[in-house]
């Protein structure tokens, strides 16, 4: 067995390669145990190689992004520059497609020159005997060959997996001419069902009320627990911590308990944001692990032409829901053809769930909740006209979309959590330092008078669209990150409560669209170059004015 130490050969790196949703994501988290890896654990289809150390392998276990015939994509690029470092590799196929699978891989790749094993997924979805396509394999082309499930691996098959990429083997030189003449051209199994999103008319209406749901709920939910927290909250920690605080230094007190003090506003944005960050991240990944986001995406894909997207390049933009910086990264997997609207959209369109959070907040704190959907509403219709307005159509030869359905099935909990974990870790490891580290130089901005001096300064503007001067540090703050717009809730929302309906709409919608946050800019620097990155911010800043501009004569 496996557990036997002189059994094993010292192994390097062992990497899976396959074509997008066959399940190797899967594979690598029952073979890693649930462990997330030390590369880029981000929401969705993998963007970067997750890497992880396995001691009973005595080596790294690498999960590449999922290859796309004949894609330009940075992602493709990246899996295959995987190959030239990897000491074994594990193809992997999905068992109800085998053989046609196998031979695409053998085509799009270079000639495989390590030894290698092949793992069939989905073998639940074979009728019986469900072991055909991997008894095929290892008789035609002599190398390691197991059919598993790779969503619900119990011991025993993962000790099994572990003894076939012990036992990885070199193909034959002629393999696809070997695959040819030996595999029959029929797939083994049921392919994925046909269902509603696939019908021409129907499907991409369905598709996009789907879409609506799976944020509109969580939203909601998240809307009414923390409605329900924030008394709470100020009975319990706010108003104690200032007692407490009561006759201390002045500039502690500005800094933990003032109208930006951590205390203060940082529990309130905590509050106000995390529960639309747990319930967006979980809908996220019920929506993947189900495979229902590839049916949306595609049955989606002939109206985003129209813009400039393809249905791929949603899946970055339904991420930056999440995280904008993530779907940036994850933007790799998009067509060269559409990758720079894409990341317009996500720029301009792509509410994140802190700025979600932080203006649920600002519209409950002004008495006019009610606001948030016409808010969504039109961030998603201007959203789509600005990218059109700068980018055109698309081509329809360009960024091919996916020929094969995903299967729909009951997410695994264990997988859920899994994504969920990492998403919630990101926040409360990397946004709310950097909002607490925002809520103290407000703090000392504040006590300085360097805040109301910079109100002082862009108060002709503020004027010009009809807003207090004294809104301004909301204004400045969300160009740094998104739920920057929570210091407007300073001295517990009164100022906002005096504010007009329109005024608090044309407030939210000016510090979510006039720019994206900057490190969201600075993503799309590194990933695209400066140049780009000032260009598309200053399309982004002409098309929130000129909607701002129409908003004011509405006041």
């Known amino acids: 067995m496996i557990a036997t130490a002189e059994y094993r050969a010292p192994v390097r790196s062992i990497v899976f390669i396959g074509l997008e949703n066959v399940g190797k994501s899967a594979l690598f988290r029952n073979l890693a145990r649930a462990r997330c890896g030390d590369e880029s654990n981000f929401r969705g289809s993998t963007v970067n190689c997750r890497r992880q150390w396995l001691d009973e392998l005595r080596g790294e276990l690498v999960d590449t992004p999922g290859i796309r015939v004949r894609s330009d994509s940075e992602t493709t690029r990246l899996a295959l520059a995987q190959l030239t470092a990897a000491d074994r590799l594990v193809l992997v196929v999905r068992a109800t497609d085998a053989w046609r699978e196998l031979q695409i891989l053998l085509s799009a790749l270079p000639p495989l020159q390590q030894p290698l094993c092949i793992l069939c997924t989905f073998a639940d979805k074979l009728p019986d005997p469900p072991d055909e396509p991997a008894?095929?394999?290892?008789?035609?082309?002599?190398?390691?060959?197991l059919s598993v499930n790779a969503r619900h691996l119990d011991e025993l098959t993962r000790q099994r997996l572990l003894e076939a990429i012990e036992r990885s083997a070199c193909l034959p030189l002629n393999a696809r001419q070997l695959l040819e003449e030996a595999c029959p051209a029929q797939a083994c199994g049921a392919p994925p069902a046909t269902t509603p999103f696939e019908h021409r008319l129907a499907g991409p209406v369905l598709a996009l009320a789907c879409l609506g749901l799976l944020f509109a709920v969580p939203v909601y939910l998240a809307f009414q627990l923390s409605d329900w927290l924030q008394p709470w909250l100020d009975l319990g920690l706010i108003q104690p911590s200032k007692a407490m605080l009561e006759g201390s230094p002045e500039l502690l007190q500005h800094l933990l308990v003032g109208s930006y003090g951590v205390f203060s506003l940082g529990w309130y944005s905590f509050v106000w944001a995390f529960p639309v960050v747990m319930l967006v991240s979980l809908s996220v990944a019920l929506c993947e692990e189900s495979g229902l986001k590839d049916r949306i995406t595609t049955a989606l894909d002939p109206w985003l032409r129209r813009i400039g997207l393809s249905g791929q390049d949603l899946i970055p933009v339904l991420t930056g829901f999440g995280c904008n910086v993530v779907a940036v990264f994850q933007s790799r997997g998009c067509s060269a053809c559409s990758r720079r609207a894409?990341?317009?959209?996500?720029?301009?369109?792509?509410?994140?769930?802190?700025?979600?959070?932080?203006?649920?907040?600002l519209f409950n704190a002004s008495g006019h909740p009610a606001l948030f959907l016409p808010y969504i509403m039109l961030l998603a219709v201007v959203a789509a006209l600005h990218t059109r307005l700068w980018n055109g159509r698309l081509e329809p030869a360009a960024a091919t979309p996916l020929s094969e359905r995903a299967f729909l099935q009951i997410p695994s909990s264990r997988a859920v959590l899994w994504r969920l974990r990492s998403s919630v870790r990101q926040f409360l490891w990397q946004a709310m330092p950097i909002f607490l580290a925002i809520c103290l130089l407000a703090s000392l901005l504040d006590w300085l008078d360097l805040l109301g001096w910079l109100s002082r300064l862009i108060?002709?503007?503020?004027?010009?669209?009809?807003?207090?001067?004294?809104?301004?540090?909301?204004?400045?703050?969300?160009?740094?990150?998104?739920?920057?717009?929570?210091?407007?809730?300073?001295d517990d929302g009164q100022p906002l409560a005096l504010l007009s309906p329109g005024q608090v709409f044309l407030l939210a919608w000016l510090a979510s669209t006039l720019s994206a946050c900057l490190v969201t800019l600075w993503a799309i620097g590194r990933e695209i170059g400066i140049r780009f990155a000032v260009t598309l911010a200053a399309r982004q800043a002409a098309s929130s004015l000129a909607v701002a501009t129409v908003l004011t004569s509405m006041l």
């Open 342 to 361: 894409c990341l317009g959209a996500i720029a301009f369109g792509s509410a994140c769930s802190y700025q979600i959070g932080a203006t649920l907040s």
């Open 135 to 145: 008894h095929v394999c290892r008789r035609v082309l002599g190398v390691p060959c």
């Open 459 to 490: 108060a002709p503007a503020m004027q010009a669209l009809r807003l207090p001067a004294e809104m301004a540090p909301g204004l400045i703050f969300s160009l740094l990150r998104k739920d920057g717009l929570l210091v407007l809730n300073f």
